[in-house]
């Protein structure tokens, strides 16, 4: 069965802190992809992947930066994080076909105080 | 903007009644996948419905293009249907709705 791991599942910092989430998938999928849910807002799209190395721009990237530095890993820094910033990630992946299923991991609750 | 519609936001039922859940679409799309979260809890896959209808066990989605619209009909609902119902539009960025919350009651 496909899998899509993040960690850590829980995360508390204070504003400014650093932050990195970590997502491995182990599907050999080219896509990868990164969101928050927000309670009103649904998923949005903060940053995505077409495969090692590359990285696009989502919907709401202000304060994010992101990078996949292997087919398997990408990963999500908050370089100096905000109570804004306090969400549910959500890292998917899939493969380069848009009808295949999409993968989702169990997801990181980041609270910044 | 891509923007994706849901409706209703939420929905309450008695076990063993039918739901049907509306998605719309500010664009023409082929590419239609509907996905199912516990609270908290990760998304699942349900469905991918590019056009017509598609029917997986209890669910049955229903895609019309020239309509710009996707609905997914939940027959004899059970207990452990409860939670949130998305829809997305699947291109090579990947659009959500905000949801459709449901409740199945004993």
């Known amino acids: 069965e496909a899998a899509v791991t993040q960690s850590p599942r829980n995360k508390v910092t204070v504003t400014g802190g650093n932050v990195t989430l970590s997502c491995r998938q182990t599907n050999s999928h080219n896509y990868m992809y990164w969101y928050r849910q927000d309670t009103g807002h649904g998923l949005r799209l903060i940053h995505y992947?077409?495969?090692?190395?590359?990285?696009q721009i989502g919907d709401v990237p202000d304060g994010y930066k992101a990078t996949r530095t292997t087919q398997e890993d990408f990963f999500l820094l908050l370089e100096l994080a905000s109570p804004s910033q306090t969400s549910l990630y959500f890292c998917?992946?899939?493969?380069?076909?848009?009808?295949?299923?999409?993968?989702f991991g169990s997801g990181t609750r980041l609270t910044v105080l | 903007e891509q923007q994706v519609q849901q409706s209703p936001a939420s929905l309450v039922l008695q076990e063993a009644e039918n739901a049907e859940l509306q998605c719309s679409f500010s664009i023409f799309t082929n590419q239609v996948q509907w996905f199912y979260q516990r609270p908290g809890g990760r998304l699942v896959s349900l469905l991918y419905n590019p056009s017509g209808t598609k029917q997986s066990g209890r669910l049955t989605s229903t895609t019309v293009i020239k309509e710009r619209r996707s609905s997914l009909h939940i027959s004899s609902s059970q207990i452990t249907d409860s939670g949130t119902y998305l829809c997305?539009?699947?291109?090579?960025?990947?659009?959500f709705g905000t949801g459709t919350s449901l409740l199945v009651d004993p």
């Open positions: 992947s077409y495969g090692a190395g590359n990285l």
């Open positions: 997305a539009f699947m291109g090579y960025k990947l659009t």
């Open positions: 998917a992946s899939r493969g380069r076909d848009s009808a295949e299923t999409l993968y």
